[in-house]
């Protein structure tokens, strides 16, 4: 495993240095979109509503929208506050560990002592077993700031994180405001039928079962040799170099210009008899830039038509993009 963050415990006057690692991964069978005509592999942009330029993920901002104005907040802005150049987890308090809700736990992330000696490490997690106390902290990870459990799991020391309080919507069920009548028999019927299903719990007992499926299905294909070549569909060269994206956009607006062109011309489209169909599939596949997807536009439409296109694309660029899109 790799350390996440790294960073000091600290109450009251004890230093604890530690390093965290997430507690949990993800077991999901990773699966990728493909066209279902040839299994071309299907990605997506980052594409600026404005100019319709692909925009680098290093040169993305944060921006607020109330509805009337925004306001962006550059990697300096957040940066500069507070709590996001702390690198303490400052304990707030010590509850009984009954008094924490299950609802509101989320992430869960393993701390390890990050010290010569873990005399202070092993000293708090001790004192949190004999006492069954679980502490309340504080910390800022990844431009939030956290509130979490610190307990322990084993030899372990585990921070989980809580949900704020305003995070936890209220269960106002009508129905549950509803008066009935449970007879004694009726309760004690359901109390035997929950102690016939009772046992320890053992998470080891369980498995995904869809996932182990989809794993057998993937594998009995392959066996099969039901599986396309993956330097062909998916491009190799193309993986190598950040991959071959699709221009979801360019690809929208030739789509809306063969149709256009076939609507008014019929068989004077340079598509065949498909109705261009076929041939928005292949400028989909070719699209990669502004300028490949604009080339091919203009080269098979008709010349009016992509003349007209040509000056409402210089003209109106942030509309034209807002349609599409």
């Known amino acids: ?68 104005q925004t306001v962006v907040l550059t990697k300096d802005d957040l940066a500069s506050l507070p709590s996001e150049r702390s690198r303490e987890i400052d304990v707030v308090e010590f509850v009984p560990s009954e008094q924490i809700d299950l609802l509101t736990l989320d992430k869960a992330y393993y701390l390890e002592p990050d010290s010569s000696s873990p005399k202070s490490y092993v000293l708090l997690r001790k004192t949190l077993e004999q006492t069954d106390r679980t502490a ?3 910390f800022s990870l990844r431009q939030k700031t956290r509130l979490a459990a610190l307990r322990v799991r084993g030899e372990v020391l ?19 405001d509803e008066s009935v009548r449970i007879s004694a028999k009726e309760l004690e019927m359901s109390a035997s039928l929950v102690e016939s299903f009772s046992s320890d719990f053992d998470p080891e007992a369980f498995t995904d079962e869809y996932q182990e499926e989809l794993r057998t299905l993937i594998d009995a294909k392959l066996e099969k040799g ?3 070549d993956t330097s062909e569909t998916f491009g190799e060269k193309a993986e190598k170099e950040g991959g071959e994206v699709i221009d979801l956009m360019e690809a929208l607006r030739a789509s809306v ?17 498909d109705g261009g169909h076929a ?36 003209k109106t660029p942030a509309k034209k993009s807002a349609k599409a899109s």
């Open 1 to 68: 495993m790799r350390s996440i963050w790294k960073g000091a415990l600290t109450f009251g006057l004890v230093n604890v240095p530690v390093k965290v690692y997430s507690a949990t991964e993800d077991h999901d069978v990773p699966l990728h979109q493909v066209h279902n005509a040839d299994g071309g592999r299907i990605r997506y942009q980052r594409i600026c509503e404005i100019d319709g330029e692909v925009v680098p993920y290093a040169d993305i901002d944060r921006a607020y929208d109330d509805g009337e």
């Open 158 to 176: 585990v921070l989980q994180t809580l949900l704020w309080a305003d995070e936890v919507r209220e269960a106002a069920f009508p129905a549950l």
């Open 279 to 314: 041939s928005t599939q292949t400028n989909a596949k070719k699209t990669t830039t502004k300028g490949a997807a604009k080339k091919d536009v203009d080269e098979k439409a008709p010349a009016k038509r992509g003349a007209e296109k040509k000056t409402a694309d210089k």
């Open 226 to 228: 039901d599986a396309l």
């Open 257 to 273: 210009e063969r149709s256009r062109a076939a609507r008014s011309g019929g068989s004077k489209t340079s598509d065949g008899g």
């Open 136 to 138: 309340i902290v504080r």
